[in-house]
């Protein structure tokens, strides 16, 4: 079976994720070797994911940790059970 | 993100418990980003969402005794941060087009990719520019909240998919279609701009003229 561009699309996260079956990964795997839109597409969303998950996108706000124990360390205290 | 360690988890309620309060604080810290990081995909706003970090963990301490210890002590702390956020989302919900559980998976919407012929990797030292990180944030805010939620649980948390779906409350199906699509809009909306933050051919990334 030949697989089109659409139906890798479908799986490129579960394909990225590696969980798609060993018979799929290699249906996309021969597909992305002649089609230059889909290894791009892979290839960006890749990219992507491995951007969003850096730790210098989503930082704490600045005393964020701080804060939270102050509050926290009150709130100990008044706990006298 | 530091893995759990259910012992140590273990021993430490059990101290808290019989009075050692101040370990507490050892307790809760591995949670604090996944805490803040829900709640702030659910709010969409700093302060709210640390606002109802603090809440969260203070209830988590009130309820430390209801803990069971059939589900991971991270899973529970984020189900409590959930409900935290999503009361606050009711109480807001008449001046809130975005109410989260209003949205389904009906205006799924179109998740056709951006189109491209190539792509030049873009390394994480690009990160080092303001403009590339700023351009993420906005991308993942501007996110419909159903898929905000599982983008920064599963890519920015990097929770697994069983624990994202307990902690959201909804199926682990449910978690990787949403993820895919995400990954989709993300990939339609940045894909096309971040061509720029790409190394040039000669020299390092936009910093040679």
């Known amino acids: 079976m030949k697989i089109d561009c659409k139906h890798v699309w479908d799986h490129i996260s579960a394909y990225i994720d590696g969980e798609v079956t060993v018979e799929l990964r290699a249906e996309i795997d021969r597909h992305l070797e002649t089609c230059e839109v889909c290894s791009a597409v892979l290839d960006s969303t890749r990219n992507l994911v491995v951007l969003v998950a850096d730790g210098r996108v989503f930082e704490l706000p600045a005393g964020f940790s701080e804060r939270l124990h102050a509050r926290l360390d009150n709130e100990l205290e008044l706990d006298q059970t | ?209």
């Open chain 2, 1 to 209: 993100m530091k893995a759990s360690n259910p012992e140590f988890e273990a021993e430490c309620i059990r101290r808290i418990l019989a009075g050692e309060k101040q370990l507490f604080h050892e307790l809760i810290r591995p949670c604090e980003r996944a805490i803040y990081f829900l709640l702030f995909s659910l709010l969409k706003n700093e302060t709210d969402a640390e606002d109802a970090a603090q809440e969260t963990v203070i209830k988590v301490y009130l309820n430390l005794h209801l803990f069971r210890g059939d589900a991971q002590f991270r899973t529970w702390v984020l189900s409590i941060a959930r409900n935290e956020g999503l009361g606050r989302l009711r109480k807001l919900a008449t001046r809130r087009e975005d109410s989260i559980e209003a949205e389904s998976e009906e205006h799924a919407g179109d998740f056709t990719p951006a189109i491209l012929t190539s792509w030049r990797e873009i390394p994480s030292e690009a990160l080092e520019r303001q403009e590339l990180g700023a351009l993420l944030r906005k991308a993942i805010e501007g996110l419909p909240a159903i898929y905000r939620n599982v983008v920064l649980l599963r890519d920015i948390e990097e929770m697994d998919v069983r624990e994202t779906a307990a902690a959201l409350g909804i199926t682990e199906g449910a978690v990787k279609v949403r993820l895919h699509r995400a990954r989709a809009l993300l990939q339609r909306e940045l894909a096309p701009k971040l061509k720029p933050f790409a190394p040039r051919r000669n020299g390092w990334f936009g910093r040679g003229k």
